[in-house]
């Protein structure tokens, strides 16, 4: 089994406000621009980095606090049009037949408006009123007899707000995020688990920094956004420090190699509270 050997230790309680240097730092990379991996040899990504002035940020996230849901200093509300009822029992239903029907039908004609494909669908509109009287019998003798199942409707979208300068912000996730700028080049790439193109850039530049710290000191950077959308200031390391999660995911690295290079990475992970509501602690380890 794996022994974890910690060598700090940062408490929820002991987070504090983002100091002015690094204020100013955070606000000076609303400029930076998302870097290409380009090479995939991990050791040749750090050959093209090491001149770059390197740093990370490590970001983790408290979900929103319970009582802000409904606030809007806090969630933003989107709303989206969507398609009537009726509409959507005839994609829901007949799509495929719509959809060989216009294959056939734009071999030999076009229909830049439109035109013909929303004359199809109300061909549909008969069957579709059918299956909805069927399927919704007492809300069609209440509402949809009506003509409402045709009206269109209105989805809400709440997302949280993310009160960070940019690129932080960008993220949009309470997944643990690094990122790994390159200070000269103006340009950062953002790691985390939310999908394969951020796992692969995690595994890629994670390893690139790992392989790189054996030559230069790389700054690291912890923060945490909290249950009250403040961004807090947990600690500065002049070693650099990995989030292990994914690592080596979405990339061409044996995972043997992944294994040896993260056995000497200092690693950082997030303890929750029992509720998950909070981060309770934020530790340094290495295996």
């Not at 019998?137 to 009206?151: E, F, L, Q, T, V």
């Not at 193109?197 to 995690?202: C, I, P, Q, V, Y």
């Not at 390893?207 to 200031?233: G, H, Q, T, W």
């Not at 002049?238 to 044996?254: A, H, Q, R, T, Y």
């Amino acid at each position: 089994m794996n022994q974890q050997k910690q060598t700090a230790a940062y408490a929820g309680s002991k987070f504090t406000n983002v100091p002015r240097d690094l204020a100013a730092l955070l606000v000076s990379l609303k400029g930076f621009h998302g870097a290409a991996i380009g090479e995939r040899d991990y050791r040749n990504l750090a050959d093209s980095i090491v001149g770059t002035e390197p740093f990370t940020i490590i970001l983790f996230t408290e979900p929103l606090a319970f009582e802000y849901a409904r606030r809007k200093e806090y969630i933003e509300t989107i709303k989206h049009q969507i398609d009537s009822e009726l509409d959507e029992t005839v994609f829901n239903n007949f799509g495929s037949e719509i959809n060989e029907n216009m294959f056939v039908f734009l071999r030999t004609h076009e229909d830049p408006e439109d035109v013909h494909l929303n004359r199809l669908i109300r061909q549909y509109y008969p069957k579709a009123k059918i299956i909805l009287r069927q399927r919704h019998p007492m809300a069609w003798a209440r509402n949809w007899k009506a003509g409402k199942y045709a009206a269109a409707r209105i989805r809400i979208e709440r997302r949280r707000r993310y009160d960070m300068p940019g690129p932080l912000c960008w993220g949009a996730t309470n997944l643990p995020q690094q990122f790994y700028f390159m200070n000269s080049t103006s340009t950062y790439a953002r790691g985390c688990s939310s999908g394969s193109g951020t796992r692969e850039a995690h595994s890629y530049f994670g390893l690139a920094f790992i392989e790189l710290s054996k030559r230069i000191s790389i700054p690291s950077y912890i923060l945490v956004y909290d249950r009250d959308n403040v961004l807090r200031f947990v600690a500065r390391q002049d070693k650099f420090l990995i989030i292990p999660d994914s690592m080596g995911s979405n990339c061409e690295v044996d995972n043997k190699i992944v294994s040896a290079l993260m056995r000497r990475a200092w690693q950082v992970k997030a303890v929750e509270s029992p509720d998950y509501s909070r981060i309770r602690e934020i530790r340094i380890f290495r295996r």
